[in-house]
């Protein structure tokens, strides 16, 4: 972030890097929130560390986060417990706090209450990474896409490379799996064979060979370099080889 390496960082040096230049959404509100403290004070935690407010400043800041948030009557609700609160208000708690010291980038994990989170980027001119198996959300949201499967980034791109020019088997995959309205066929939506490989063990090869349909002997000694499609379009695939044989891309099978 920044030029700086996270995982180069002190304990001390992460302690200010967390919330103040980074924060994250997580997924469930209800066990993240601490059920002993109000949500003022939970968002008064941060600004008092991080932005060396006093008690009375972070909390009028507080009251101001829950407004942006569009959590009602917030003068009142500030001094509530996490369980007096709805579902989506406790999301939008967690967005208030994550938000609270204008961080540079976002990670939410949950494609929840997205046209708050569009808004509030607007507003914060803050970053956002939404982590999600949700392709619907994607397609609305990002302007960047990166695909990972067992841990490594497969390919990455434009909402538009990732969406219509696709090179990589398991982003193929994804694709295939999202129902679509205009479809009237009865087909059933695909489904990929066998099982993830397991990450405690060393991986060497390409780690969806086991489940690539397209899968050729080097995809099982070897994991692929990435190539460069475009300045912005990178794929880490053997089906990328000079010599590999040419395949149905997903958009050949579509216009089947």
Known sequence: CNGKDVMKMTDKELYKFRGDEISMIFQDPMTSLNPTMTIGKQIMESLIIHRDMNKAEARKEAIRMLEMVKIPSPESRIDNYPHELSGGMRQRVMIAIALACNPKILIAIQAQIMDLMRELKEKSNTAIILVTHDLGVVANFADRIQVMYAG??????????????????????????????????????????????DLLLPLHECPFA???????????????????????HKVSCWLQHPKAPKVKSFYDKEAK
């Open 210 to 232: 086991s489940r690539c349909e397209y899968c050729m002997g080097i995809c099982k000694e070897k994991n692929p370099m990435e190539t460069s499609l475009s300045d912005t």
């Open 152 to 197: 490594q980034v497969v390919e990455r791109g434009t909402a538009r490379e990732i969406f219509y020019e696709s090179k990589h088997p398991y982003t193929w995959a994804l694709l295939s799996s999202v129902p679509k309205v205009t479809n009237e066929s009865k087909e059933e939506l695909y489904a990929l064979k066998g099982t993830p490989p």
